[in-house]
T-cell receptor, first 113, second 113 residues
């Protein structure tokens, strides 16, 4: 039972355009969300987070949007750069208890030069 | 640089032969996690240590054990590896329980022959 779903295994975007990566979750107890980026042969690196008290968080070219009623979040990358080509994981956790993150299966983003 | 280091990067073991994967951190983080990631799947939490307090996930097989002799080191022991245990094993740390991101190591890719 996948509680965090990334339904698009891959996405290709032209350099300079917007990349939108989507994530859905089923557990209404989740209220803290992270996005990670992973290059081949490296561990995931933290990108951006959002708490359920917000619906948007922005950090440079990266913006995460949260729609709690739809249990949906998305990561926007504007403008996309070839160096953004990587696998992106979303992760979710409840804020009670031990903060154990449940990860999605990832979306492989390819930014075409 | 403060970091999370996993050794070895690649490990080949024989079916049924015990194997130990190692993780060390220089971040002085309280919490250390072990995730298993199989191809095209989400990283799956096996267990975590909050300081010396061990927390096992309910669906983690008994074949998997962990030790944390001190703050810096954490080991994953697989007592009798099967072919189904071939995966990437990711170690992660977080400062404490709470809305903190994880810092991941580069992972150990385990092959069982």
């Amino acid at each position: 039972d996948q509680q965090v779903k990334q339904n698009s295994p891959s996405l290709s975007v032209q350099e300079g355009r917007i990349s939108i990566l989507n994530c859905d979750y089923t557990n209404s107890m989740f209220d803290y969300f992270l996005w990670y980026k992973k290059y081949p042969a490296e561990g995931p690196t933290f990108l951006i987070s959002i708490s359920s008290i917000k619906d948007k968080n922005e950090d440079g070219r990266f913006t995460v949007f949260l729609n709690k009623s739809a249990k949906h979040l998305s990561l926007h990358i504007v403008p996309s750069q070839p160096g953004d080509s990587a696998v992106y994981f979303c992760a979710a956790s409840p804020t009670s208890g031990t903060y154990k993150y449940i990860f999605g299966t990832g979306t492989r983003l390819k930014v075409l030069a | 640089d403060a970091m999370v280091i996993q050794n070895p990067r690649y490990q080949v073991t024989q079916f049924g032969k015990p194997v130990t994967l190692s993780c060390s951190q220089t971040l002085n983080h309280n919490v250390m996690y072990w995730y298993q990631q199989k191809s095209s799947q989400a990283p799956k939490l096996l267990f975590h240590y909050y300081d010396k307090d061990f927390n096992n996930e309910a669906d983690t097989p008994d074949n998997f054990q962990s030790r944390r002799p001190n703050t810096s080191f954490c080991f994953l022991d697989i007592r009798s590896p099967g072919l189904g245990d071939a995966a990437m094993y990711l170690c992660a740390t977080s400062m404490d329980r709470g809305p903190y991101g994880y810092t991941f190591g580069s992972g150990t890719r385990l092959t069982v022959v």
